[in-house]
Every structure is written in structure tokens, then in C-alpha cells.
T-cell receptor, first 111, second 115 residues
Framework: KNEVEQSPQNLTAQEGEFITINCSYSVGISALHWLQQHPGGGIVSLFMLSSGKKKHGRLIATINIQEKHSSLHITASHPRDSAVYIC?????????????FGQGTILTVHP | NAGVTQTPKFQVLKTGQSMTLQCAQD?????MSWYRQDPGMGLRLIHYSVGAGITDQGEVPNGYNVSRSTTEDFPLRLLSAAPSQTSVYFCASSYHRDRGNEKLFFGSGTQLSVL
């Protein structure tokens, strides 16, 4: 079993829909990152969470440390949101830069 | 700032050849890492560095060497390429300003094929 599990693996939505991507992990962590990988391959950091909730534009990320679970929400989805969304954790007590990744969620938003 | 610069973007090698993937960042970040991305497996850590002169192994280090002689550069060396090293490679750097403030920056990736 992977240390970091994402669900769903594939997600198809219509433009305007509210989207949720989930990330569960099995170890204690110091930080959790949400990343976006564009169809061209580039990877961009969206959020880093150690507790609570963060919001940036139409993106909201939450984390529940006790339940070892995080969610990424996209409100009013748009075709340009189509990408792979990746969850990554830094286990507690490990160095910055030493991350374990989920397999990613492929999101396709249709107009 | 150029961010994280990774070269080359594409490379084809024959089995047994050696090569170096270059990675440079101009943000004065202490932490740099190399990852490989394979279909269905997600990103996996190869090697990482916490500062100039300090490197350590990640999850899949075999067949790769790294060095960090300066803060800016973190090259990844394939000693004797094998077909199993066919993958997409990403270099990343990160900073942390204070507790709970940490951000990752990725290079654009190198698609490597070993024949």
C-alpha cells in the first residue's frame, strides 16, 4: 500500500461543476503539498499545508491532520483546469525536499 | 529570476552510455531534489541535497550519482544507462521561510529514453 493515496484516479467534469480531489496518507507528516501538472508536463506548486485551510482564487485546500486526509476543491471549474493534480507529503522529522507523492488525479473539464 | 533551469529537455541514450542531467536554480534555495516520473507510479525521489556539499539518497538512488558543489547547481549523473532508467526526470528546489511556509519549484523536465 502506498504511503500516499489519491482518489479518484480519473475525474471528468462539465464546466462550472464543483470538484473535489482527495488525498490520504498513512504516516505522520510535517507538510502536505498540492501540485498541478499541465498537459505539457510542467509542474506548479498550488498549496503547502500543515494545518487548516488555504484558498487561492477558485482553489481551496484543506487538511485534517488527525484523520490524515486532505482535499483539494475547485469551484466553478473551467476547461483550463484540466491537468493532473498531485498530492505530496513530507513525513514528520524528514528534511525539506524529501517528499513522497501520490499517483495523481487526472482531471478533464469539458466545456 | 529564471527559476529552476533543467537541461536537456530530451535525450536518447544507448545502454551503457553515461550522461549528466543539469539543474540550476537562481533563487538561493538550500534544498534541491531529483525525481523520476514513470506511468502509474507517480514521482519518486532519487537524490536530494540540503545545501552545498551535502547530499543524500532518496527512494530510488541506484544507478545515479549527484553532487552539490555550489548552492545553484545540482547535476544528476547516470553512470551506465539502462533501459529501466527510461523516464521523465524533474529537478526541484524549495525554500522554507518559517514554520509552515514552504514552497516547491520544479524544472521543466527531461524526457530520457535508453535503448
Amino acid at each position: 500500500k502506498n504511503e500516499v493515496e489519491q482518489s479518484p484516479q480519473n475525474l471528468t467534469a462539465q464546466e462550472g461543476e464543483f470538484i473535489t480531489i482527495n488525498c490520504s496518507y498513512s504516516v505522520g507528516i510535517s507538510a502536505l503539498h498540492w501540485l498541478q501538472q499541465h498537459p505539457g508536463g510542467g509542474i506548479v506548486s498550488l498549496f503547502m499545508l500543515s494545518s487548516g485551510k488555504k484558498k487561492h482564487g477558485r482553489l481551496i485546500a484543506t487538511i485534517n491532520i488527525q484523520e490524515k486526509h486532505s482535499s483539494l476543491h475547485i469551484t466553478a471549474s473551467h476547461p483550463r483546469d484540466s491537468a493532473v493534480y498531485i498530492c505530496a507529503v513530507r513525513p514528520g522529522g524528514t528534511s525539506y525536499g524529501k517528499l513522497t507523492f501520490g499517483q495523481g488525479t487526472i482531471l478533464t473539464v469539458h466545456p | 529570476n529564471a527559476g529552476v533551469t533543467q537541461t536537456p529537455k530530451f535525450q536518447v541514450l544507448k545502454t551503457g552510455q553515461s550522461m549528466t542531467l543539469q539543474c540550476a536554480q537562481d533563487m538561493n534555495h538550500e534544498y534541491m531534489s531529483w525525481y523520476r516520473q514513470d506511468p502509474g507510479m507517480g514521482l519518486r525521489l532519487i537524490h536530494y541535497s540540503v545545501g552545498a556539499g551535502i547530499t543524500d539518497q532518496g527512494e530510488v538512488p541506484n544507478g545515479y550519482n549527484v553532487s552539490r558543489s555550489t548552492t545553484e547547481d545540482f547535476p544528476l549523473r547516470l553512470l551506465s544507462a539502462a533501459p529501466s532508467q527510461t523516464s521523465v526526470y524533474f529537478c526541484a528546489s524549495s525554500y522554507h521561510r518559517d514554520r509552515g511556509n514552504e514552497k516547491l519549484f520544479f524544472g521543466s523536465g527531461t524526457q530520457l529514453s535508453v535503448l
